[in-house]
Nanobody, 123 residues
Framework: QVQLVESGGGLVQAGDSLRISCATS????????MGWFRQAPGKQRELVSA????????HYADFVKGRFTISRDNAKNTHYLQMNRLEPEDTAVYYC????????????????WGQGTQVTVSS
């Protein structure tokens, strides 16, 4: 059974940094494009960032451009989201996801999902 497990979330103050990770198992990691989504209370789940199989193509939502960086380590079957200059509006549950498409920026093409990690940014 494929597993995606997020870690690294927590409570931080505005302006702080945080790195969240997504460890995968039973997944041929290099065959999947990976993404990070988030969902705040009362809001729809939205794409934050995506990365292709080899890690040389990335996409960012406008609201995180210049602050967040997505990366992947294919040797460790893990991908990451480095979040800098966090804002209270970034408070949400962050989900990692895997897509059979090599690179995907829409929710519908993601097949596997993690359980999420809470990120809370206080003002």
């Amino acid at each position: 059974q494929v597993q995606l497990v997020e870690s690294g979330g927590g409570l931080v103050q505005a302006g702080d940094s945080l790195r969240i990770s997504c460890a995968t198992s039973r997944l041929r990691f290099t065959a999947y494009g990976m993404g990070w989504f988030r969902q705040a209370p009362g809001k729809q789940r939205e794409l934050v960032s995506a990365i292709n199989r080899s890690g040389d193509m990335t996409h960012y939502a406008d609201f995180v451009k210049g602050r967040f960086t997505i990366s992947r380590d294919n040797a460790k079957n893990t991908h990451y989201l480095q979040m800098n200059r966090l804002e209270p509006e970034d408070t949400a549950v962050y989900y990692c996801a895997a897509s059979t498409a090599g690179y995907c920026i829409t929710r519908g093409c993601y097949k596997y999902w993690g359980q999420g990690t809470q990120v809370t940014v206080s003002s």
